[in-house]
């Protein structure tokens, strides 16, 4: 299995998680990019919405109910794994928003045109940074809002800045 063997999740297991045109279409919402079987569950008591379902057992998948979320992003910096990401294809014409936890420094500037990079680390378009939230209450999680081509919001997912920072 892909995920196993390398950390990149396979097609497959994103298809799973990625919310449906319909609701794309409605504007942000969160993906969880978690597949492994673990005990971890801070995620599930980070929406005020209560879109992120109980917990049964602490091993459990996360599973979201796309409706409530509202994509606002609280739960990205309560995630230790870097898993959750927010996308709103709704936000321009060409381009989607993607917000992603990013925990290097340098951070970026808002302005800042920065590699956009797949789940592999692979450059695969330009990003514009909108946004750089990193207040203490992220948990020292900063989050950075990406202005992103719409054709790679579903994959981009990590940056690396211009200028020779490689993150
Ligand atoms: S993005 Fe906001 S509303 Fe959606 S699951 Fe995360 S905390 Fe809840
Ligand atoms: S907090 Fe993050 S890593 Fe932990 S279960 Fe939730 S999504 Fe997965």
């Not at 492994?36 to 919405?49: G, H, L, T, V, W």
């Not at 049964?56 to 979201?64: L, S, T, V």
């Not at 800042?112 to 330009?126: M, Q, S, W």
């Amino acid at each position: 299995m892909l995920l196993a063997k390398t950390g990149v999740p396979a097609a497959s297991d994103l298809a799973k998680v990625i919310p449906s045109e319909e609701r794309l279409k409605k504007g942000a919402v969160a993906i969880i990019e978690c597949f492994q079987s673990i005990p971890c569950n801070p995620c599930q008591f980070a929406c005020p919405r209560g879109a992120i379902k109980e917990f049964a057992d602490i091993n459990d998948i996360p599973k979201i109910d796309f409706d409530l979320c509202d994509g606002c992003g609280t739960c990205i910096s309560k995630c230790p794994g870097l898993a959750i990401f927010v996308v709103d294809a709704t936000y321009g014409a060409e381009e989607a928003l993607v917000k992603i936890p990013y925990e290097f420094l340098p951070l970026p500037a808002k302005g800042d045109r920065v590699a956009g990079l797949n789940r592999e680390g692979k450059e695969v378009c330009e990003a514009e940074v909108v946004r750089v939230q990193s207040a203490k209450g992220l948990d020292k999680t900063p989050i950075i809002w990406l202005s992103v081509p719409k054709d790679y919001m579903m994959e981009v997912r990590h940056i690396r800045l211009k200028g020779g920072a490689v993150s």
